[in-house]
């Protein structure tokens, strides 16, 4: 029993709160409740509640996870406490958790994504003025749009052929962004990659190898799931769980950075 502890306080809780970062075990688990979560979020939330997931969908979350990709860079800056709760992955729990009962309403009340958007809005809001009155430099945030706007630009000018559903455009343009901020953190700031995959190919080929490995990535899963998922509207909330994996980080990299660094 003491082994098992002392396994998972090496793997899964003490890199929460060093940022040592994933390795293969946590890596692998993760993945693994992702998946069951994604599934069964879907059958058990969305679909009895007759929810399209289309474009309202994709705004509706937005606000929910820029509040939590903000907290968990207020963590990280010193402004709040550690808590597994507001800690990877515990804040996926915690945004998932205050998200629900606001979609349940907008469902019952007939208002959706009204409630779900304003309620996420609120706390975004509240995290961010938290952010803005302890920032330090503004310029990570700079750099960041900058780097997205030159990577997205030639994915738009491809889209000008439709080669993949518009609807996909959302975890593009985050996965992008996502890019660009974690170019800035690795390769103007000494920032260290903690997935530890991708620290092997930083450290191999320097940051910028994310823009062609992430484009990869994204046209792997892309087409991988309109292979395994023939329901569009299943596939499409698919789409929705890779848009949140590429916007959370987005969000809080050049959160962290403008708190930490010094002009």
Not at 17 to 37: H, M
Not at 165 to 186: C, M, N, Q, R
Not at 239 to 249: D, E, F, I
């Given at each position: 029993?003491?082994?098992?502890?002392?396994?998972?306080?090496?793997?899964?809780?003490?890199?929460?709160?060093?940022?040592e970062g994933y390795n293969p075990y946590n890596t692998l688990v993760y993945a693994l409740v992702l998946g069951f979560a994604i599934i069964y979020t879907y059958k058990w939330i969305i679909r009895p509640l007759k929810?399209?997931?289309?474009?309202?969908?994709?705004y509706a979350v937005t606000p929910m996870v820029i509040f939590g990709s903000t907290v968990r860079a207020l963590v990280d800056g010193g402004i709040l406490k550690p808590h597994p709760l507001i800690l990877t992955p515990g804040i996926f729990f915690t945004a998932f958790i205050l998200i629900v009962p606001a979609i349940f309403a907008d469902?019952?009340?007939k208002t959706y994504p009204k409630i779900t958007i304003g309620w996420g809005s609120l706390l975004a809001l509240y995290v961010n003025y938290l952010l803005i009155i302890n920032a330090k430099s503004w310029m990570p945030y700079e750099?960041?749009?900058?780097?997205?706007?030159?990577f997205l630009l030639p994915i738009l000018g491809y889209y000008r052929f439709k080669?993949?559903?518009k609807i996909y455009l959302f975890p593009v343009f985050a996965h992008i962004f996502d890019?660009?901020?974690t170019i800035v953190a690795i390769h103007y700031y000494g920032y260290r990659e903690v997935h530890w995959l991708e620290?092997?190919?930083?450290?191999?080929?320097?940051a910028f190898i994310y823009y062609p490995w992430i484009v990869f990535i994204l046209v792997v899963v892309y087409y991988g799931l309109r292979y395994l998922v023939p329901d569009e509207e299943e596939r499409r909330f698919w789409y929705l769980a890779v848009y949140v994996l590429g916007?959370?980080?987005a969000i809080r990299d050049p959160a962290q950075m403008i708190l930490q660094i010094v002009s």
């Amino acid at each position: 029993m003491e082994s098992v502890e002392r396994f998972i306080w090496e793997y899964f809780v003490r890199p929460m709160y060093t940022r040592e970062g994933y390795n293969p075990y946590n890596t692998l688990v993760y993945a693994l409740v992702l998946g069951f979560a994604i599934i069964y979020t879907y059958k058990w939330i969305i679909r009895p509640l007759k929810i399209r997931v289309d474009e309202r969908l994709f705004y509706a979350v937005t606000p929910m996870v820029i509040f939590g990709s903000t907290v968990r860079a207020l963590v990280d800056g010193g402004i709040l406490k550690p808590h597994p709760l507001i800690l990877t992955p515990g804040i996926f729990f915690t945004a998932f958790i205050l998200i629900v009962p606001a979609i349940f309403a907008d469902s019952k009340l007939k208002t959706y994504p009204k409630i779900t958007i304003g309620w996420g809005s609120l706390l975004a809001l509240y995290v961010n003025y938290l952010l803005i009155i302890n920032a330090k430099s503004w310029m990570p945030y700079e750099l960041t749009v900058f780097y997205t706007i030159v990577f997205l630009l030639p994915i738009l000018g491809y889209y000008r052929f439709k080669p993949f559903e518009k609807i996909y455009l959302f975890p593009v343009f985050a996965h992008i962004f996502d890019i660009g901020s974690t170019i800035v953190a690795i390769h103007y700031y000494g920032y260290r990659e903690v997935h530890w995959l991708e620290n092997i190919l930083v450290q191999k080929f320097g940051a910028f190898i994310y823009y062609p490995w992430i484009v990869f990535i994204l046209v792997v899963v892309y087409y991988g799931l309109r292979y395994l998922v023939p329901d569009e509207e299943e596939r499409r909330f698919w789409y929705l769980a890779v848009y949140v994996l590429g916007l959370g980080p987005a969000i809080r990299d050049p959160a962290q950075m403008i708190l930490q660094i010094v002009s």
